[in-house]
Structure formats: structure tokens, C-alpha cells
């Protein structure tokens, strides 16, 4: 090399030689490559084409030690269109095999069973015959024992035997060798990453409990486990041939397991148990495989009586078109929202805004009104939509409702509503006086007040589910993000369309009244339906946190009532300043005391003791449904206003009640005033969005019907006489 340099150095000037840096470089380079090649050569062999695959042997070292078990694997690149299968073939095929040759130096022997990565479907006639294999590319990990004598170099000599098929099947062979030095060992990184990738797709052992339940068609496999959640796909695959490969898996869920329904291949039981691969698929695609052995056994019962299904997309809300359907029957919810209970008091503000609107004549006013308005809702159920995509996201899911059951939530929308309640009786000013509401609509105050009363119908109505959002809600509530916000906007819309035409349309403006006197008496009027607006949160407030909690939000109100008086007949700085702490502290310190454990007043949705009901678990619907009675069960809340109506006009009613008893009804209540995972896992079973959800079990039904989410008596007794 030295003699190189020197050559260069003296001709340098007349042939361009590189100089003594660049050519050590090249030289090193040279060196390492030959190195790195004559390392890897030993293992290298050209793929050898088989006719539709080109087939290799691969290992995870190119030198290897006497004694030592490496990682080896059969590597098939298939052609466009074409499969091999796996281990279980299904209805029709052969999973691929080394058949070891004579020639090798490597004893057959030493060559492990194939690690076989999770296969893909492969329908052949839809729903008549189905395969289970691989396509595009598939790489069969193995252990392969060196020889503890080993020398020189090893061969090994297989014959790769396997049935490829496209719309016709062709048994096709190839030869391969795999050559190996033995001294020290020496990595093969290329080979042993792709080695290693595919052992990554293999199943692992499932950590859960399986059990297998075969006294009826179709049968059960109960599975219990975390992370069996409804957003992810499930489906088993067989190692042999007890169940029908073609026939869908409809899956139903509950709090932490699942159960599919398999169809028997043939009739009799299983010799044994049931043995395969379980394999999920998330959303976004990723696929997870665990190898379970389901011994005879009853479903477990976090997943008895569970009749909900998925074996593919949901097809009530797959597609643009499902999509729009949901979004019509949200609109319509929306709209019913404007009905209800909850929603009046708030509502009533905007009616008075309107009116005095419509009568300062100005028409860009008025419909400045009306989008601020909608701006407002619309924001609200955005802001809601994400937070429940957020809560999906972190928790698996979400309902409606979920904000009224956090109690310092709940304590400040009292004091929200009872601050309301004090502008409308006059206590304070909002803004602008009710007087000159016209030219305020024209200022910033003006689409403030509007927009901010917006954000409280949407807060205030969410949780009331009309009759037309459970089914909506619930249906979309498993989908994607996109689909969840697009059904809130229609929500949020059918809410706000009232108003947004009235803003609009001359014709409907026309129909409005007048301003007058009257309408500060109607305003002091709609003070009282704030105050017991107020007083049913402090009611959900104690069921969330106890009577504790109550009293430190009606201290809050006083101290919310002081800092008004003050400011009314003081104002000085220092009086202001201290009515301003005092205001806040009014709202604050009672939301901290209501997030501080609290002790509760017993089980706010519970019946008279003469209706003799129960804490609703699906254990319990099992074993009473096993005995053959009929089951009705209410999943209520305390802040749920639609519940407590059903109970006042039907549930509670003397008729119902006697008509249970003389059947002999299991009455159970699912109280969700609290957070509770498994009923928000029953609740997302059976697409529903939140409460009220009404569950009928018939006498001798493990299945249950759905009831409408508005309940009457002739309907209630008539589930008793279904004639």
C-alpha cells in the first residue's frame, strides 16, 4: 500500500491520482466489503423459483457454533393474486412442508416445527367455503439445532412442498439448501430482522380464561379478558375442523370479556377442547393473535344474555348514506330538545331576547342574534363531540350525560342557573337592560349574551336524550371521530333551527309579540323555573357527593347573592373588589368541596321499598333468566330528566307495579348516576348513547327486547300480554 501512496505522490501532477486520504478510504472500503460478502456467502443461496413463488431457505446467522439452536425460516414471495396456506388449510388446501433430503449434512431431526404468523381470511365461494392463509409474501420461522459435532461447513437440503392456488390450485415444489461455516458465530442482519419481524406476527398465549359452551346451536366461546372491547374485530381460527370455517363470528361484548357464536361443522360434541387463534383487529388495522384452548363450560357471566353482534362493519351506520340517515334522525332529536324539561328554562332567555328584537325592527339585528345563537350551540356540541371522542380514546367509552356525573360540574351549573335566576327577577343587569335589548344586540354584549346563551342550552340539553337520539347516538358512538362530530353538529343544528329561522324569516317574526311591561312580569316568571332548575342539579349534587356538597353550593349561593347586594349599594373600589372575590369564591370553593369525597345519601334511583326491586349485573340477569322469569330492567340516573318522567307517569304508578308482581317480574335498576364501567359497557352493547335504556327479558328469553326510550303503562303491561 505504501508503495501505492508513493506512485501517486509522484505522479499526482500528471494523472489526476487521488489523493493518500481518498484512496485509503476506497482501499478500506474494498477490504470491509470482501470481508462482509465472504462472511455472508456461505449462507447465501439464489431463491428458486417454483413456478408461482419464488422459495428460499434463510437464517438468522451465516456462521454458527457446534451445539448452539439458531433461527432459520422458509421465505416465499408469491405472485400477484396467489396464496399459500396455513397451518389449518380450511375448507380446502395444504399448509406448506420441508421435506428433508438425503444430501444434507444437517440430520432431519434438527429442524423445528414452523412458527406459523396469524393468517388472513381467504373466502374461496362466499359463505360456502373459506381458507385461511397468506398471500404477497410469507416468511415460516423455524429452530434449527447445530450438530454438537459439527465442523467445516453444514448443509442443509430440503424439498419445499406446498399447494398454491389462485382461482385454481397447483402443487408446486422447490429445492433449497441453506449453507452454514461453523467457528464463531457470525449475525446475518438482513435475514435474522426479516426473521424476526414474522416471529413478531405469531400468536402469543391468550391470558385470559376461555371456556367453550356447546349445549346449544350455535355454540358459545366465552372469553374473559381485558381489552375485548367493541371498537376491535374478533375472530377465531380453528387448528382443526369442529366448527364451520365459512360461517360468520357475531361477536357480543360485555365489561371485560366477550363471547362469539360459532356454528358447529357437524352435530355432536368436540372431542376435547376447543383449540386455535384468536385474533383482533383494531380499527386502524393492526392485528394481534393469541393461541387460547377453550375446555367445555358455561359462558362467563360478564357476558351472559349479551345479544349484540358485530362480524364486520356496523351496518346501520356504515357508508355516506348510513351516515346521513344518522344525521337526519339527530337533527330531528335536536330538535325534540327544544321540549324538554330541562332545556325550557334557558330556552325562555333567548324567547325573551327575540322578542324585543323583533320589535327594535331591525332585521341585521335580529338575525345577528339568531347566528350568534347557533354559533354558540353549535360550538357547545362540537366541544362536547370532542370530548367524548377523547373519553372513548382514553377510557374505550363514553356516553352522554358523562359531565353531570362529575359533582363539581354539577355545582357550578347550579350556581349558574340560580346567578340566572337572580338577573331574570331583576336582581342585577346582564349587559343591557331588557329596555334597550335593541340597541345591545348591535354590541358586542348583545351577540355575547346570545352566544353564551347557546353554549347553555347545548349544556344544559345534552343529557336529555329524546326519543330520537338514543338509537342515533348509540349507533354512531362505535365509529369514527368524523362521524360522531358530524351527528353532533346535526344535533346541535336541529337544536338551534328554531330560532335560526325565526332570525331569518319575516313572515315568523311577524308572529311574535309585541314588547311591553308585560314582559318584565314574564321575565321575573321565568326566574322560577331557573331556581328549580337549581334545585334538581342540587339534587343530582347530592346523589354524587353527598348532602355536604349541597350544603357548600347553597353557601355558595348566598355568598353569589352577597356580592350582588353589595355592588348594588356600594361603589367604591374596595367594596367592588371584595364583592368580586366574594363572587368567585362562590362559584369556586363549592366545586372543590363537591370533588372531595363525600359520604352519599343511598341509591337516589331507588323505588319505594313496596316495589321490591334490585341492583341490575349481568350475573343477575343470567341466573334470573335461567329460572325463567321475565326481567325488566331501567337503566336511570338521578340527572336524567326523561327517567325520572317515565318513573312519575309509568314505572312508579300503582298499575304497573301490581301487573310486575302478579307475573312475577324481576324488576332490576342499573343506576348510572355514577360513573360505572359496566353499565357504559351495556349501554354501548346495545348502541345506546346514554340513559334512560329499558331492557324486557321475556319469560324464558336470554335475549332482550329494547323498549322506547319513552315509556307508557298500556305499554309496560302489555309486554306481559303480548297478544
Not at 444437517?106 to 359463505?127: C, Q, S, Y
Not at 360459532?262 to 393469541?290: F, H, K, N
Not at 345577528?368 to 362536547?384: C, D, I, K
Not at 350556581?415 to 331574570?424: K, Q, R, S, V
Request: hydrophobic share 50%; charged share 15%.
Amino acid at each position: 500500500m505504501s508503495e501505492v501512496l508513493h506512485s501517486c505522490a509522484i505522479r499526482r501532477h500528471m494523472v489526476g491520482c487521488p489523493d493518500e486520504s481518498l484512496l485509503m478510504i476506497r482501499l478500506i472500503a474494498s477490504l470491509f466489503m470482501t470481508v462482509l460478502l465472504g462472511a455472508l456467502a456461505p449462507a447465501a443461496a439464489a431463491p428458486v423459483d417454483g413456478g408461482h413463488a419464488r422459495v428460499e431457505l434463510i437464517a438468522e446467522r451465516s456462521a454458527v457454533m457446534p451445539g448452539e439452536t439458531i433461527m432459520a425460516a422458509l421465505k416465499m414471495d408469491m405472485d400477484p393474486g396467489w396464496h399459500v396456506y396455513w397451518r389449518n388449510a380450511g375448507d380446502a388446501g395444504l399448509p406448506p412442508q420441508l421435506i428433508h433430503r438425503g444430501t444434507s449434512t444437517i440430520p432431519g431431526g434438527a429442524i423445528g416445527d414452523f412458527i406459523w404468523p396469524i393468517p388472513h381470511l381467504l373466502p374461496v365461494v362466499e359463505g360456502e367455503i373459506m381458507d385461511y392463509g397468506y398471500s404477497d409474501q410469507v416468511i415460516l420461522p423455524f429452530r434449527l439445532m447445530i450438530p454438537a459435532d459439527a465442523s467445516g461447513q453444514l448443509r442443509l437440503d430440503v424439498l419445499a412442498d406446498y399447494l398454491i392456488c389462485e382461482d385454481i390450485c397447483i402443487p408446486e415444489s422447490a429445492e433449497v439448501s441453506l449453507t452454514l461455516d461453523v467457528g464463531e458465530p457470525v449475525p446475518n442482519p438482513m435475514h435474522g430482522t426479516m426473521i424476526s419481524d414474522w416471529i413478531a406476527r405469531a400468536p402469543t398465549a391468550f391470558a385470559g380464561e376461555a371456556r367453550l359452551d356447546t349445549s346449544a346451536t350455535p355454540w358459545k366461546l366465552s372469553l374473559r379478558a381485558p381489552g375485548l372491547t367493541r371498537d376491535a374485530a374478533l375472530r377465531f381460527f380453528p387448528f382443526a375442523h369442529e366448527i364451520s370455517h365459512p360461517a360468520d363470528q357475531p361477536a357480543s361484548f360485555g365489561a371485560d370479556g366477550a363471547t362469539l357464536s360459532l356454528a358447529p361443522a357437524s352435530p355432536g360434541m368436540p372431542d376435547g377442547p376447543l383449540e386455535g387463534v384468536l385474533v383482533i383487529e383494531q380499527p386502524g388495522g393492526t392485528r394481534t393473535g393469541y393461541e387460547l384452548s377453550a375446555a367445555q363450560g358455561a359462558v362467563f357471566g360478564n357476558t351472559a344474555g349479551l345479544a349484540a353482534s358485530r362480524s364486520g362493519a356496523s351496518g346501520a351506520g356504515s357508508g355516506a348514506a348510513g351516515l346521513l340517515t344518522l344525521a337526519f334522525f339527530a337533527l330531528i332529536g335536536g330538535l325534540i330538545l327544544n321540549l324538554m324539561p330541562c332545556v325550557l328554562p334557558v330556552l325562555s332567555i333567548k324567547a325573551m331576547g327575540m322578542v324585543s328584537a323583533a320589535a327594535s325592527g331591525h332585521a341585521s339585528q335580529l338575525r345577528s342574534h339568531g347566528l350568534w345563537y347557533t354559533g354558540g350551540v353549535l360550538v357547545s356540541f362540537a366541544v362536547l363531540a370532542g370530548a367524548i371522542i377523547a373519553v372513548r380514546a382514553a377510557t374505550g367509552s363514553a356516553t352522554l350525560g358523562f359531565q353531570l356525573q362529575n359533582a363539581p360540574t354539577v355545582a357550578i351549573l347550579a350556581l349558574i342557573m340560580f346567578a340566572i335566576g337572580l338577573w331574570l327577577m331583576g336582581l342585577f343587569e346582564l349587559g343591557t337592560s331588557i329596555q334597550n335589548t335593541g340597541s345591545g344586540l348591535a354590541s358586542r354584549q348583545g351577540a355575547a349574551g346570545a352566544f353564551f346563551t347557546g353554549v347553555l342550552a347545548a349544556v344544559v340539553g345534552a343529557p336529555c336524550v329524546g326519543p330520537f337520539l338514543g338509537a342515533a347516538l348509540g349507533a354512531v358512538m362505535g365509529q369514527s371521530a368524523a362521524a360522531i362530530l358530524v351527528v353532533f353538529l346535526a344535533m346541535g343544528l336541529g337544536l338551534a333551527l328554531p330560532f335560526l329561522l325565526l332570525s331569518f324569516v319575516p313572515g315568523l317574526q311577524r308572529l311574535l309579540p309585541r314588547p311591553g311591561k308585560w314582559m318584565e312580569t314574564l321575565k321575573q316568571v321565568f326566574a322560577f323555573p331557573m331556581f328549580l332548575t337549581a334545585a334538581w342539579l342540587l339534587s343530582v349534587l347530592g346523589a354524587l357527593a353527598g348532602h355536604g356538597a349541597v350544603a357548600w353550593t347553597v353557601a355558595g349561593a348566598t355568598a353569589i347573592t352577597f356580592a350582588i347586594w353589595l355592588t348594588r349599594h356600594r361603589t367604591d373600589l374596595p367594596a367592588r373588589a371584595i364583592a368580586a372575590a366574594v363572587f368567585v369564591a362562590g362559584f369556586a370553593y363549592p366545586a372543590v368541596r363537591a370533588a372531595a369525597p363525600g359520604a352519599m345519601d343511598g341509591t337516589p334511583t331507588a323505588y319505594a321499598a313496596r316495589f321490591d326491586t334490585e341492583a341490575w349485573s349481568p350475573e343477575r340477569v343470567a341466573e334470573l333468566t335461567a329460572e325463567g322469569r321475565p326481567v325488566f330492567v331501567d337503566f336511570t340516573a338521578t340527572w336524567c330528566a326523561t327517567c325520572q318522567l317515565n318513573k312519575l307517569t309509568t314505572l312508579k304508578t300503582n298499575a304497573v307495579q301490581e301487573a310486575f308482581a302478579d307475573a312475577k317480574v324481576a324488576f332490576l335498576v342499573a343506576d348510572f348516576t355514577h360513573k360505572d364501567p359496566v353499565i357504559a359497557a351495556e349501554l354501548k352493547l346495545r348502541d345506546r348513547a346514554g340513559v334512560p335504556m329499558y331492557l324486557w327479558y321475556p319469560a324464558g328469553s336470554a335475549e332482550p327486547d329494547i323498549l322506547p326510550e319513552i315509556l307508557s303503562k298500556d305499554l309496560v303491561i302489555g309486554l306481559l300480554d303480548p297478544r
